[in-house]
């Protein structure tokens, strides 16, 4: 049997897998984090988290989040009292960039976490997010950043830029610290039926600056870039394979995903089409979930996908359904590869 | 072209420096402010069809009711004169628990555009928000509830129950969001459910009609 690295690298290199990957299991190697994956540094670290039912705080970009005792997950807040740039032609001016400069000291304690690693068995991956549009709408909300691109697109390039450069600076302190095989980076683009932005506009704003901080990765080693984003962005797959993403996570069942390996498999490979909006609900069942992985397995096959819950990291918002869904995929290896 | 027939496909295309400007020159013409409002509601029409083909984005989408909200501004003052062309008052929100409100936000505007009176009582809103904002309010005949979590479904149902039961007439309620379909709508009794903004306004301005 090949273990859960080999067996995930067969499937995204059209080799001969002898089973489903099995959602994040080849990325889980941190049994202490929330999501299975390296979650720590000292930046992350000093950048102030809310809990639930807690009063609201400033993260490290000073974007105030909450988290209300009745909802599933944390906010960030954008009424005009705590909208961190009013204005997107005054950036510079209230923008700023956490630091990054932290003793050896420091970056030190969470190595044995990653020493600790069974690379054998798993990637060392690193957990990210937000991502680069996403930092942009943190800041002002969405509906300011979507119209300043086109409103005062130079400035939103110049903070772009910024942001970019503040990623690259962390991307080389945690190669340099963690020298990680996998980066599991987030950055939705869309809804479930759109992208947010036009494929035109999108190359225009972010293909450079992913390219690099992705290309950045990939020049330090790091062997698979993998790109959560649950939204429809079927139209930007051409533009993640020249960014480099190897795995796009979180592909929701709207993209038509069995169309897009047909179009794209060998490029990029695909790890979702099990929506949580379908099975993670209150009223899920065992044979809901069965049901809907087996569509997925049965439309996409052995190659160049991974069977997945759509959210960015292992788990589910109603208790059971991950590991409902987990089983269901190995029924259907059982089933497919005998 | 007619000033009135620039302001449409100004507002289509979303030039919100040039709208009001053409707003002013479509009046000085002699054009009746309301024909120039139904000009602009036609405008978001195209809009709202192109989203939903898949044509335009968000973005457009935004400085297109950005546009027309500029150019009403200039209205203003002529249209209080004139006899009301409201389609009536809509109740907007987001139910219980939940946050989002992109989403709610696009369809706040694509049915203002449409022509009703937006109350937007924003997010994370209890049943008996809703009901209140439609006691406080003249004229509603709509209530627009809106829900992104599969977790906020049943707040959805709840809302809609409370609604009911309120024994408030007079208004039909419209639902929608990611996890919504139109089946859903229909078992938690709902009037109607649209898949986006720019159907929204659609099936909004059929029911209320209806
Ligand atoms: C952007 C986003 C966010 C942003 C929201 C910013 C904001 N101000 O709203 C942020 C990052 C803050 C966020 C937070 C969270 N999110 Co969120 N988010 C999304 C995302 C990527 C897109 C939603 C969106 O804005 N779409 C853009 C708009 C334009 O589309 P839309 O909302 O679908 O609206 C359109 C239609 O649905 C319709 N419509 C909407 N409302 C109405 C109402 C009526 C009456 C009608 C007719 C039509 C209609 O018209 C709209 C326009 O065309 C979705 C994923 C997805 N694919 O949908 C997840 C998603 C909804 N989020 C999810 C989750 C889990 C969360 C969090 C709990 C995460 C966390 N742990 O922190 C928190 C929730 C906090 C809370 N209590 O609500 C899950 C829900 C899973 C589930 N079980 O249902 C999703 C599906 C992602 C996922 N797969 O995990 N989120």
């Given at each position: 049997?090949?273990?859960?690295?080999?067996?995930?690298?067969?499937?995204?290199?059209?080799?001969?897998?002898?089973?489903f990957?099995?959602?994040?299991?080849?990325?889980?190697?941190?049994?202490?984090?929330?999501?299975?994956?390296?979650?720590?540094?000292?930046?992350?670290?000093?950048?102030?988290?809310?809990?639930?039912?807690?009063?609201?705080?400033?993260?490290?970009?000073?974007?105030?989040?909450?988290?209300?005792?009745?909802?599933?997950?944390?906010?960030?807040?954008?009424?005009?009292?705590?909208?961190?740039?009013?204005?997107?032609?005054?950036?510079?001016?209230?923008?700023?960039?956490?630091?990054?400069?932290?003793?050896?000291?420091?970056?030190?304690?969470?190595?044995?976490?990653?020493?600790?690693?069974?690379?054998?068995?798993?990637?060392?991956?690193?957990?990210?997010?937000?991502?680069?549009?996403?930092?942009?709408?943190?800041?002002?909300?969405?509906?300011?950043?979507?119209?300043?691109?086109?409103?005062?697109?130079?400035?939103?390039?110049?903070?772009?830029?910024?942001?970019?450069?503040?990623?690259?600076?962390?991307?080389?302190?945690?190669?340099?610290?963690?020298?990680?095989?996998?980066?599991?980076?987030?950055?939705?683009?869309?809804?479930?039926?759109?992208?947010?932005?036009?494929?035109?506009?999108?190359?225009?704003?972010?293909?450079?600056?992913?390219?690099?901080?992705?290309?950045?990765?990939?020049?330090?080693?790091?062997?698979?870039?993998?790109?959560?984003?649950?939204?429809?962005?079927?139209?930007?797959?051409?533009?993640?394979?020249?960014?480099?993403?190897?795995?796009?996570?979180?592909?929701?069942?709207?993209?038509?995903?069995?169309?897009?390996?047909?179009?794209?498999?060998?490029?990029?490979?695909?790890?979702?089409?099990?929506?949580?909006?379908?099975?993670?609900?209150?009223?899920?069942?065992q044979?809901?979930?069965e049901?809907?992985v087996r569509?997925?397995c049965?439309?996409?096959?052995?190659?160049?996908?991974?069977?997945?819950?759509?959210?960015?990291?292992?788990?589910?918002?109603?208790?059971?359904?991950?590991?409902?869904?987990s089983r269901a995929i190995d029924k259907m290896s059982k089933e497919m590869?005998? | 072209?007619?000033?009135?027939?620039?302001?449409?496909?100004?507002?289509?295309?979303?030039?919100?420096?040039?709208?009001?400007?053409?707003?002013?020159?479509?009046?000085?013409?002699?054009?009746?402010?309301?024909?120039?409002?139904?000009?602009?509601?036609?405008?978001?029409?195209?809009?709202?069809?192109?989203?939903?083909?898949?044509?335009?984005?968000?973005?457009?989408?935004?400085?297109?009711?950005?546009?027309?909200?500029?150019?009403?501004?200039?209205?203003?003052?002529?249209?209080?004169?004139?006899?009301?062309?409201?389609?009536?008052?809509?109740?907007?929100?987001?139910?219980?628990?939940?946050?989002?409100?992109?989403?709610?936000?696009?369809?706040?505007?694509?049915?203002?555009?449409?022509?009703?009176?937006?109350?937007?009582?924003?997010?994370?809103?209890?049943?008996?928000?809703?009901?209140?904002?439609?006691?406080?309010?003249?004229?509603?005949?709509?209530?627009?509830?809106?829900?992104?979590?599969?977790?906020?479904?049943?707040?959805?149902?709840?809302?809609?129950?409370?609604?009911?039961?309120?024994?408030?007439?007079?208004?039909?309620?419209?639902?929608?969001?990611?996890?919504?379909?139109?089946?859903?709508?229909?078992?938690?009794?709902?009037?109607?459910?649209?898949?986006?903004?720019?159907?929204?306004?659609?099936?909004?301005?059929?029911?209320?009609?209806?």
């Amino acid at each position: 049997m090949l273990t859960k690295r080999q067996n995930l690298l067969e499937t995204i290199r059209g080799g001969k897998p002898d089973r489903f990957v099995n959602q994040y299991e080849a990325f889980d190697c941190d049994p202490g984090s929330i999501f299975g994956m390296i979650m720590g540094d000292p930046i992350a670290a000093a950048s102030p988290r809310v809990g639930r039912g807690e009063p609201p705080v400033k993260d490290g970009w000073g974007v105030t989040r909450a988290w209300p005792p009745n909802v599933p997950g944390a906010f960030p807040v954008h009424d005009e009292e705590h909208k961190v740039v009013k204005d997107i032609t005054q950036w510079e001016k209230v923008v700023k960039a956490p630091r990054l400069d932290y003793p050896q000291s420091e970056w030190d304690k969470f190595k044995p976490k990653i020493a600790a690693v069974d690379r054998n068995e798993v990637f060392v991956t690193i957990f990210g997010a937000p991502g680069i549009f996403e930092q942009l709408h943190y800041l002002m909300g969405m509906d300011d950043c979507l119209i300043a691109f086109y409103e005062e697109p130079q400035a939103v390039k110049d903070l772009i830029q910024y942001v970019t450069d503040w990623k690259l600076s962390y991307a080389k302190l945690l190669c340099d610290n963690f020298a990680p095989e996998v980066i599991l980076q987030h950055d939705d683009w869309g809804s479930h039926r759109s992208s947010f932005l036009s494929p035109d506009m999108f190359e225009e704003f972010f293909l450079e600056p992913y390219k690099k901080w992705y290309g950045y990765y990939k020049e330090r080693g790091v062997q698979l870039i993998v790109h959560h984003n649950d939204s429809y962005s079927a139209n930007l797959v051409p533009f993640m394979i020249e960014m480099k993403v190897d795995i796009w996570q979180g592909c929701v069942t709207t993209n038509n995903v069995s169309e897009l390996i047909k179009k794209y498999g060998g490029k990029i490979s695909f790890m979702g089409d099990i929506d949580n909006g379908l099975v993670d609900r209150e009223d899920w069942t065992q044979e809901l979930v069965e049901q809907h992985v087996r569509r997925a397995c049965e439309e996409n096959g052995k190659h160049y996908f991974i069977p997945c819950i759509t959210q960015g990291g292992k788990g589910s918002v109603y208790d059971g359904v991950y590991d409902a869904i987990s089983r269901a995929i190995d029924k259907m290896s059982k089933e497919m590869f005998n | 072209m007619a000033k009135i027939d620039e302001v449409k496909e100004q507002v289509i295309i979303g030039k919100t420096k040039m709208v009001p400007g053409l707003v002013q020159a479509a009046l000085d013409e002699g054009s009746a402010a309301k024909d120039i409002l139904q000009a602009m509601i036609d405008g978001m029409k195209v809009v709202g069809d192109r989203f939903s083909a898949g044509e335009i984005y968000v973005p457009e989408m935004l400085i297109a009711a950005k546009a027309m909200a500029k150019g009403v501004e200039v209205l203003k003052p002529s249209l209080s004169g004139e006899a009301s062309t409201s389609l009536g008052t809509c109740v907007i929100g987001t139910v219980e628990g939940d946050l989002h409100d992109i989403g709610k936000n696009l369809v706040n505007m694509m049915i203002g555009s449409a022509g009703f009176d937006m109350v937007d009582i924003g997010v994370d809103q209890a049943p008996d928000k809703f009901i209140e904002a439609i006691k406080n309010n003249k004229n509603v005949k709509l209530v627009a509830c809106s829900a992104l979590l599969t977790t906020t479904l049943p707040a959805l149902k709840k809302t809609v129950d409370a609604i009911r039961e309120s024994g408030l007439q007079g208004f039909k309620i419209i639902v929608g969001g990611a996890p919504v379909t139109a089946q859903f709508a229909e078992e938690i009794g709902a009037d109607a459910y649209a898949p986006d903004a720019g159907s929204a306004a659609e099936k909004a301005k059929e029911i209320v009609a209806a």
